[in-house]
């Protein structure tokens, strides 16, 4: 799978947005484009994937670029049930090796009232 | 609650010995992964059981070996157990194989003395 490159931490204030960028410059046309995130103690919970188009669900909505070497994850208002670390993965749509997913080291979010 | 069952949630053993971690995924999932996260590896596959079947494995070790039951629940078998073993181990579970949504347990902690 192609490797995503993500800063290593963020912070933002509570009830502002937040913009979660990640690098994959060598995205493949087959790729999904895949967010997790985990809080603290607990499993990771799905966010949001896409592949070309931009993407909204009740949790965040993910900006695609036009040439998808880039992605961002957007919250629209953090809370501070929100700091967690959020995994940017890259999937192959077309790989029969099921859901494989292979965590870099994410971006740890935290969130300040 | 993700719908995906861990047992037990904490696990306290000697170096050498051998333990069974468990997993009964969400109802109508048929693929079980498993995951193991450590301090200083952070989260790595291990393997992907589909309808009872192995379809893709990772970074596990010989020393560790799984299965899928008819009933479609998981074991993670972990033998001749090292101090570095001690880590998270998750089981997170998906409708297929191929690009969907999976969800992930709140994990085993496993602790070897």
């Known amino acids: 799978d192609a490797k995503t490159t993500q800063p290593n931490s963020m912070e933002s204030n509570e009830e502002e947005p937040v913009h979660l960028p990640c690098n994959h410059s060598?995205?493949?046309?087959?790729?999904?484009i895949h967010w997790y995130r985990q809080l603290p103690s607990q499993g990771p919970e799905y966010v949001i994937h896409g592949l070309t188009s931009n993407v909204n669900n009740r949790m965040a909505s993910l900006a695609i670029a036009e040439d998808r070497k880039s992605s961002t994850l957007i919250l629209h208002r953090a809370t501070l049930r929100d700091a967690a670390v959020y995994y940017c993965i890259l999937r192959d749509g077309g790989s029969n090796s099921g859901y494989a997913l292979n965590f870099g080291k994410g971006t740890s979010l935290l969130v300040t009232p | 609650d993700s719908g995906v069952t861990q047992t037990p949630k904490h696990l306290i053993t000697a170096t050498g010995q051998r333990v069974t971690l468990r997993c009964s995924p969400r109802s109508g999932d048929l693929s079980v992964y498993w995951y193991q996260q450590s301090l200083d590896q952070g989260l790595q596959f291990l393997i992907h059981?589909?309808?009872?079947?192995?379809?893709a494995k990772g970074n596990i070790l010989e020393r560790f070996s799984a299965q899928q039951f008819p009933d479609l629940h998981s074991e993670l078998n972990l033998s001749s157990l090292e101090l570095g073993d001690s880590a998270l181990y998750f089981c997170?579970?998906?409708?297929?194989?191929?690009?969907?949504?999976?969800?992930f347990g709140q994990g085993t902690r496993l602790t070897v003395v």
């Open positions: 059981y589909y309808n009872g079947e192995e379809r």
């Open positions: 060598t995205i493949s046309g087959t790729d999904y």
């Open positions: 997170a579970s998906s409708v297929g194989h191929q690009n969907t949504e999976a969800f």
